[in-house]
Nanobody, 116 residues
Framework: QVQLVESGGGLVQAGGSLRLSCAAS????????QAWLRQGPGKQRELVAQ???????IYVDSVKGRFTISRDNVKNTVDLQMDSLKAEDTGVYYC??????????WGQGTQVTVSS
């Protein structure tokens, strides 16, 4: 059974940093692609960052230069380092992995609140 468990969310002041981590079990992340998505209050869920199996990354324009997605193939985790946080980064952040076979798994989400 595949499980993704996010951690690291919390309350931070604008300009601060948080590091989210997503620990996987039942699947090996390095063979697949992972993403962090978020849903802010009253907003649609959006892709924040993605890391592909070859290590290439994609970011939404609003977080470029501030967020970094990375994967630890030994720990089987995918992290999201978030710096220079803004109030508009507030939301529930979800970890997702899509396997080569097309199976799609999500974590339960972790709340990030940035106070201005």
């Amino acid at each position: 059974q595949v499980q993704l468990v996010e951690s690291g969310g919390g309350l931070v002041q604008a300009g601060g940093s948080l590091r989210l981590s997503c620990a996987a079990s039942g699947t090996t992340l390095m063979y697949d692609r992972q993403a962090w998505l978020r849903q802010g209050p009253g907003k649609q869920r959006e892709l924040v960052a993605q890391i592909n199996s070859d290590g290439t990354t994609i970011y939404v324009d609003s977080v470029k230069g501030r967020f970094t997605i990375s994967r630890d193939n030994v720990k089987n985790t995918v992290d999201l380092q978030m710096d220079s946080l803004k109030a508009e980064d507030t939301g529930v952040y979800y970890c997702r992995t899509i396997t080569r076979g097309g199976r799609d798994y999500w974590g339960q989400g972790t709340q990030v609140t940035v106070s201005s």
